[in-house]
């Protein structure tokens, strides 16, 4: 099965302070996403990416920086956490043409304190 | 507003019962719909995807689709406890690769 490991998987962080949340995938996709997940709000795309050196807008993408250095890794950045930032983040794969099922980690929950 | 609308939030039913899911898109664009499973801390699994009308069918599961109302429909037949999950709707646009979800409903069999 489709493998994408998230680290950390827990994060305590003060308002303010930098986040870098990673993200690798050893699918080969494409594709690789970041999402939040917040109670009544399903999940929420934050920024994305086509392949290695692309990183493109989501929804909801202010006050949060990419960086896909590789085809593998993928990158989530708060340069100054904010607690509204306090959520569950998820990181995903996928193939960009076709069923494009998603594959996803097993979540990042962030604190912002 | 969110492009892709759930009903109902949540969903009590019977183990042995069927429960019925409904997502309808906003976006006259999308034209490829999947349906999400995610049980409770875990992360989200793809169920079944539906591209063309009419109705697929997997084990107990079965889904609808209608395209010109942009509408899908998640029917589960002899529920389980172990069904009790989010279920989270999806749905492609024309954008390459981009999928928006709804904010799921909340599926609880009770035993």
């Known amino acids: 099965e489709a493998a994408v490991t998230q680290s950390p998987r827990n994060k305590v962080a003060v308002t303010g302070g930098k986040v870098t949340l990673s993200c690798n995938q050893t699918?080969?996709?494409?594709?690789m996403y970041w999402y939040r997940q917040d109670t009544g709000h399903g999940l929420r795309l934050i920024h994305y990416s086509y392949g290695a050196g692309s990183t493109e807008k989501g929804d909801i993408p202010d006050g949060y920086k990419a960086s896909r250095p590789s085809q593998e890794n993928f990158s989530l950045i708060l340069e100054l956490a904010t607690p509204s930032q306090t959520s569950v983040y998820f990181c995903?794969?996928?193939?960009?043409?076709?069923?494009?099922?998603?594959?996803f980690g097993a979540g990042t929950r962030l604190s912002v304190l | 507003q969110q492009k892709v609308q759930q009903s109902p939030e949540s969903l009590i039913v019977p183990e042995g019962g069927m429960a019925s899911l409904n997502c309808t898109s906003s976006?006259?664009?999308?034209?490829y719909f999947w349906w999400y499973r995610q049980h409770s801390g875990k992360s989200p699994k793809m169920l079944m995807?539906?591209?063309?009308?009419g109705e697929k069918e997997e084990g107990r599961f079965t889904v609808h689709l209608n395209k010109a109302s942009l509408h899908t429909s998640l029917h589960i037949r002899d529920s389980q406890p172990s069904d009790s999950a989010l279920y989270l709707c999806a749905a492609r646009g024309s954008a390459l690769g981009r999928l928006h979800f709804g904010a799921g409903t909340q599926l609880i069999v009770i035993p």
């Open positions: 976006d006259r664009n999308v034209d």
């Open positions: 995807s539906i591209f063309s009308n």
């Open positions: 995903a794969s996928g193939v960009s043409l076709g069923k494009n099922t998603l594959y």
């Open positions: 699918n080969n996709h494409n594709n």
